[in-house]
């Protein structure tokens, strides 16, 4: 979880880069994000990006607004729905919470600090995540199994590992998680990749050390979920907030 307050004399435009997790974005202070994506134009105050959704523009002015990152276990819950129904796709938090966002919005606002306003999140993750219905189990396994491995799990051996038929896990998996596990493989090694390489890593390294076949294939990747190379993938502030998932937080302003 993080907390951003931007001003200035003119509007801030970012790209936002795919995240093995799904992004939720509440702006408290009365004023609007701008969002340009392959759906089309979008002004929320609020936002949840599902898994894999494609990189999309955002544009916003004197904002103050808190980023949380949710492990898909979580969110399934924490969302009430399964995340195939986000699959790709920005969309106004109202439209999930309904009332409750605009409510949250308001405690937000008048909160004096940024610890307050991470414990309000923190309260209303924590009702819905306990209210919520889990994912399978053999689905949070394969999940788990796929961030532990990097990305690197082999994935025609994860149904087998659980007992499920292959079908079964590629079914629930892709219902519960958003996508299938083959691409939640791919989008956590190039997630792994592309921090490498905003570390200063090489793409000839971090291919190798990612596990790509070779550069080329690293490149794929890269472009299949940014539409840029790997070096200006690497530059985009974007990451700069992306490494910390709920409930493991901290802020900034």
């Known amino acids: 979880m993080a907390g951003f307050r931007i ?18 974005a509440v702006e408290f202070g009365d004023h609007l994000f701008d969002i340009h994506g392959a759906a089309g134009r979008m ?8 898994l894999a959704f494609s990189a999309f523009q955002v544009r916003a002015e004197n904002v103050e607004c808190v980023q949380i990152r949710l492990s898909p276990l979580a969110a399934h819950a924490v969302f009430g729905l399964p995340l195939a129904e986000l699959r ?9 919470w309904g009332r409750d966002t605009s409510r949250l919005r308001e405690r937000l606002h008048h909160a004096r600090t940024w610890p307050e ?5 923190d309260t209303e993750l924590s009702v819905r995540l306990r209210s919520g219905r889990a994912v399978d189990p053999e689905v949070a396994w394969a999940w788990r199994r796929i961030v532990a491995s ?13 007992g499920w038929s292959r079908q079964r896990m590629w079914s629930r ?9 083959k691409r939640a493989a791919m989008l956590v090694r190039f997630d792994q990749a592309v921090h490498r390489m905003v570390r200063g890593h ?15 294939h690293l490149h794929h990747d ?18 700069a907030a992306d490494d910390t998932a709920w409930p493991a937080h901290g802020g900034s302003a």
């Open 7 to 24: 001003h200035g004399d003119s509007p801030i435009e970012l790209r936002a880069i795919p995240h093995p997790a799904v992004t939720v």
């Open 43 to 50: 002004r929320s105050e609020s936002l949840a990006a599902g």
């Open 88 to 96: 790709g796709s920005v969309i106004a938090l109202d439209d999930l």
């Open 117 to 121: 306003r991470f414990a309000l999140i």
């Open 150 to 162: 990097r990305g690197r799990a082999r994935v025609n051996d994860l149904a087998a590992r659980t």
């Open 173 to 181: 998996f892709g219902s519960q998680i958003g996508l299938t596990p």
């Open 202 to 216: 090489t793409p000839a390294r971090v291919a190798a050390d990612c596990g790509y076949a070779d550069q080329s």
């Open 222 to 239: 890269v472009r299949a979920f940014t539409g840029t190379t790997p070096t200006a993938a690497a530059n985009e502030p974007w990451l």
